[in-house]
């Protein structure tokens, strides 16, 4: 089992999800936020997730506070959010921290593995984590890269 496979997150709902399930699958872990300017980017995630999913694709939507101040709701006014302005059904994590002493063991372990402009740092919201079927950290995504731009990575790692 991969180093990403050992991981797990509680849901937004509060169960918890253990990443040995996503053995085999491709997943694109995001870190998101309801209040943020690139917060539409959620459509095109929603899009990605109902056109690649039977194929194996599994996006992780991580709902995050420390930038700004642009994900300060509860997990019921989070979840309400993305449902109803954006028609998110694929998986959202509870609200995590992505940097510093507080951050997801997930998130520490991406960055390690693969440093953005900042090195170990995630730069803003929506920063996104291609991890293929084996569980080897991909491709990091900068906050501005729009989810469409991500198809052909997305689909070169399923066909692996």
Known sequence: MSDFHQFSINTLQGSELNFDQFEG???????????????????????????????????????????????????????????????????????????????????????????????GRIKWNFTKFLVGKDGAPIKRFAPTTKPEYLEKHIQQALAK
């Open 25 to 119: 699958k491709v997943v694109l872990v995001v870190n998101t936020a309801s209040n943020c300017g690139l917060t539409p980017q959620y459509e095109g995630l929603q899009q990605l997730h109902q056109k690649y999913s039977d194929q194996g694709l599994v996006i992780l939507g991580c709902p995050c506070n420390q930038f700004g101040n642009q994900e300060p709701g509860s997990a019921s006014e989070i979840q309400e959010g993305c449902l109803i302005n954006y028609g998110v059904d694929f998986t959202m994590s509870e609200k995590i921290e992505v940097n510093g002493d507080n951050s997801h063991p997930v998130f520490a372990y991406l960055k390690t593995q693969l440093p953005g402009v900042l090195g």
